[in-house]
């Protein structure tokens, strides 16, 4: 009996927390969310044993960094965060759409962890995708756990396969995140906070960063600094 009610406090807090996140954040919080963003590719890209490999980073189309992802388990569970993706444009990286990841599982699982996510983009239709405003990861897009180390030659998947490779670093006591069937959604009412309210996710994917609002212009040094 207590192990049922466990179960359902665990399931009302999952579901709770992946409501709570669909309104909009306010400017600080926004700029905040690139400047973390930015740490976590920065930190990941300095740690030899779980950077992400140069050749890979040069075939990236877009890279989305969604720091602490939470996610909250105990048979079932569900997992939610919001982050940033930027895709090249001719000459670097473009401006930064806010976007969220959220989903549900079941299996054999108990807790709370966060975890940092990026997920690298390798195909050129990236951006229609995210235009779409939502995508399912291994649904609309085929997903793989990326190869580490700054010059890790990537096998046969990488080069013919995957459109998206997956970065993640847990704490707590998971010891990582699976994101198959998971729903990216793009932030609009985060966008129009930032951009105002007529720009569409093509357009701010499609412009250069340099012309970004300072709120996030972190998220694209960061990008323009370890895969140029």
Not at 48 to 61: F, G, H, M, W
Not at 104 to 114: D, M, R
Not at 138 to 165: F, H, K, M, W
Request: glycine content about 10%.
């Amino acid at each position: 009996m207590m192990k049922k009610k466990f179960q359902f406090l665990v399931f009302v807090l999952a579901t709770a927390f992946v409501s709570f996140g669909a309104g909009a954040a306010s400017l600080v919080q926004l700029e905040k969310k690139s400047i973390d963003a930015s740490n976590v590719l920065e930190e990941i890209m300095n740690i030899s044993e779980s950077t992400i490999p140069d050749d890979l980073l040069k075939r990236a189309v877009c890279v989305a960094t969604i720091p602490d992802v939470i996610r909250v388990g105990f048979v079932f569970g569900a997992r939610y965060g919001t982050g940033l993706v930027s895709c090249r444009v001719p000459g670097g990286w473009s401006q930064p759409s806010f976007l969220s990841i959220k989903g549900g599982s079941w299996g054999a699982q108990i807790g709370i962890a966060s975890v940092d996510l990026v997920l690298v983009f390798i195909r050129e239709n990236a951006i229609e995708k995210f235009s779409k405003n939502n995508l399912t990861v291994g649904v609309d897009a085929a997903v793989a756990v990326g190869p580490v180390g700054r010059d890790a030659q990537a096998g046969t998947d990488y080069q013919l396969n995957s459109e998206i490779y997956s970065y993640s670093r847990a704490r707590g006591i998971f010891a990582g995140l699976a994101i198959q069937g998971t729903l990216l959604n793009v932030k609009n009412k985060d966008n129009a906070k930032i951009y105002g309210p007529l720009v569409k996710t093509k357009e701010i994917l499609s412009t250069d960063g340099a012309k970004s609002p300072y709120n996030v212009m972190s998220y694209v040094h960061a990008l323009t600094t370890y895969a140029p």
